[in-house]
């Protein structure tokens, strides 16, 4: 999950990791806080952001309002602008680059450095020479000396060297305290007056490890994807627990385990159909979350029908049986379902269908629930059907 | 004979007491799979299925010597500590059911599965069955029939849907494992395709990966120097970037992870591609047929 270059910072200055005064852009009045000239950075997930048009430079309060009035609630790369970074802006003698994270080829964490900053870590890692990278055995943190001696390889001398060091067992800490995929510094810049400076943050943390580091949650560091906000629906999921994407189809999906979800997503595409959504509606949800999870399909003005399907494992057929019967009839939806229910508890969820068309045939006219032997793209063949 | 787990083998359930341990613990032994006691910390002395709970796994290895695969029903947070327990107390195969486990812990669990020399399978792995002898897990029986051809992938329903279309083919399977979902993973699709080919009741083996992570690039190398044929499917060409699917493992991340980058290098290196999960059993027949003519 990537933090905002700003929510980054803030954790630099937990860990003494010095960066450019600066203020986070809500109100006008915080303008008064930094001094002249800044750089104005769009917060943005994407890289480049220069060339994007999401940075730009003030000499002014004035000409900063200016600006920052521009560059709020512009959408950059598909990304919206809501919040802009003020910072000084300090005169750049020489670039560098840090960062921590994890090979997930060797399976361990390592440090990756270069006396080469400023441009993607794909463009410096063209030039292998440029690079050091010095693994770490897990567990391990980097002692002073470690630091120093990296800082020494990137070819820092005195003052400079001693306070890069220092930045490196810094940076390594916060990897290891907030249960980091990545923290990276880049650039590292060297100043005109001598100081050493992280002018941008990239931190990318473990979603799965959040409920340890509740302090970041009373930093305002909210769910999100992996990379950008969600979407009010995905919100409204994220809450109810439910994974859930939104893509751009009409064919509502309901799908069982996220596997068979990302499955079920190329299927439907292969065969020429939309998908509306990502779901996972496996891992044994109660009735209540199955019922959620149709609503939000149905409730989607863009979908059309819902292609189901249910192969019980920990995720019981006469659960979800009984989770789509009761939304049924409490719901009346117009939009069909087709799907498919196989697996554990497969015959006692068939009953639960039976009784259910028995009692209420015009309710469940719509809804069609196909048994183990028939294959699932037919099931996602019939559904695409219905949608065009 | 089949991989990892056959009618003989003893195993525990770690969390044995919670609602769904204890249903599929029922499920398992309904199966036939030699589940001998189970372990929750502070349900020392309770019953679930007649089956003893004890509260370390170090007391119940002592009651019952010959268990040697645990499988790990516990909520992520205790999954590490649970991990550790059962590859410190003697376990040589631990099936990690649990999901979203945070990364650096399975870095160590994973270091110390290495310095154990145990199998660790999982996190978010639905287990492993090797059918009409035993089932680890929570896989639906329903699924599966005996055969020859083995099974690898990284999802629950997937592993489901593959087998059960084996089966409308008139296959079957030798064992079925699900290596999880989770981003770092115990077992990787090396380690299971090197079991298979030792395997002498395994004629192929079809592989089932998904966006997320390198372990299917990884696995490729092997692939080329293997003798059975091998089958290869990858989910989520068409997902979104930088979007995690439901899985914690399932996520694009810049350019590492995407199913274009895991079929060329599954592709390059001699394995057979399936575009669709129905296109498997045929791929698999005439795999076999080949090989005899």
Partial sequence: ?388 | MSIIIDENVQVIVQGITGRNASLHTKFMLDYGTKVVGGVTPGKGGEKIHDLPVYDTVAECLKEHPAAAVSSVWVPPRFAKDAILEAIDAGIKTVVVITERIPVHDMLFVRKRAKEKDALVIGGNTPGLISPGKSLVGMLPKIAFSGGRVGTVARSGAITYYLANSLNLAGMGESTSVGLGGDPILGANFEDVLRLFEEDPETDAVVMAGEIGGVYEELAAPYIKTIKKPVVAFIAGKAAPKGKRLGHAGAIIEGNMGTAESKVEALKENGAIIAETLSEIPELVKEALCGKQQ
């Fill in chain 1, 1 to 388: 999950m990537r933090l905002y270059e700003y929510e980054g910072k803030q954790l630099f200055k937990r860990y003494n990791i010095p960066t450019p005064n600066s203020v986070v852009v809500g109100d006008f009045s915080e303008l008064d806080k930094v001094v002249y000239p800044v750089v104005l950075k769009g917060q943005v997930f994407i890289g480049r952001r220069g060339k994007a048009g999401a940075i730009q430079f003030a000499n002014s309060k004035k000409e900063a309002e200016t600006k920052i009035k521009e560059l709020l609630g512009r959408v950059i790369h598909g990304y919206e602008v809501t919040k802009v970074l003020v910072e000084e802006k300090v005169e750049i003698d020489r670039e560098f680059y840090l960062s921590a994270t994890i090979d997930r080829t060797k399976h361990k964490p390592l440090l990756i450095v270069s006396s080469e900053g400023g441009m993607e870590i794909e463009e410096i890692a063209k030039k292998p020479d440029a690079i050091i990278k010095h693994y770490l055995e897990i567990g391990e943190r980097v002692e002073p000396y470690l630091g120093r001696s990296i800082a020494r390889k990137m070819e820092f001398k005195g003052d400079a060297m001693l306070k890069v060091g220092n930045i490196i067992v810094a940076l390594y800490n916060l990897f290891l305290d907030y249960d980091c995929k990545l923290v990276e510094i880049n650039p590292l810049v060297l100043t005109a007056d001598g100081k050493i400076i992280a002018l941008d943050s990239k931190v990318d943390l473990d979603e799965d490890a959040m409920y340890r580091h509740k302090e970041l949650m009373q930093m305002g560091i909210e769910a999100r994807h992996e990379i950008g906000e969600l979407t009010k629906r995905e919100k409204i999921a994220k809450k109810a627990g439910i994974p859930y994407v939104d893509l751009d189809g009409d064919i509502g999906v309901f799908p069982g385990g996220a596997g068979f979800g990302i499955a079920s997503i190329d299927l439907i595409k292969h065969f020429g159909g939309n998908p509306a959504n990502f779901m996972d509606s496996g891992g044994a949800p109660t009735q209540e979350r199955l019922r959620l999870m149709i609503g939000l399909l149905m409730d989607n003005p863009k979908v059309k029908v819902i292609f189901g399907a249910r192969f019980g494992g920990i995720s019981r057929c006469d659960d979800w049986a009984k989770a789509v019967v009761q939304y049924v009839l409490e719901n009346r939806p117009q939009k069909p379902m087709i799907m498919r229910m196989a697996g554990n508890m497969e015959e006692e969820g068939r009953k639960i269908f039976e009784e259910a068309i028995k009692e209420h045939s015009e309710l469940f006219k719509n809804i069609k629930v196909y048994k183990f032997d028939t294959p699932i793209e037919e099931v996602i063949k019939e559904a695409i059907k219905e949608s065009i």
